[in-house]
């Protein structure tokens, strides 16, 4: 199964920015859409950000549209979700999560959780003066 490892979280003042990674081992990265989830306490988890295998689609909750960019370094083998302008309702653990197969660009396009079959361990984002 593919091991997805997030890295880049932590704590951050409102307005500030933070760069969230999503890095796998032993699969290239590049067959499948990966995409960011987050889950805050209390809430079910949403989607946030979704990239098409190959980065020529990108997906974003309208919550964070303008203010998060996806993007993807193939060579790298690394997903990377570009956080600015943070506010304190984008406190939450951070996912990445990874789709295949010839459904992974609707799952990405509807940030559809359950279309999404690999996902890492979670990382803590918060927002706070």
């Known amino acids: 199964q593919l091991q997805l490892v997030e890295s880049g979280g932590g704590l951050v003042q409102p307005g500030g920015s933070l760069r969230l990674s999503c890095a796998a081992s032993e699969f290239n990265l590049d067959d499948y859409a990966v995409g960011w989830f987050r889950q805050a306490p209390g809430k079910e988890r949403e989607g946030v950000s979704c990239i098409s295998s190959s980065g020529g689609s990108t997906n974003y909750a309208d919550s964070v549209k303008g203010r998060f960019t996806i993007s993807r370094d193939n060579a790298k083998n690394t997903v990377y979700l570009q956080m600015n302008s943070l506010k304190a309702e984008d406190t939450a653990v951070y996912y990445c999560?990874?789709?295949?197969?010839?459904?992974?660009?609707?799952?990405?396009?509807?940030?559809?959780?359950?279309?999404?079959?690999?996902w890492g361990q979670g990382i803590q984002v918060t927002v706070s003066s």
């Open positions: 999560a990874a789709a295949q197969g010839f459904l992974s660009t609707s799952y990405c396009r509807r940030l559809l959780t359950a279309g999404f079959g690999s």
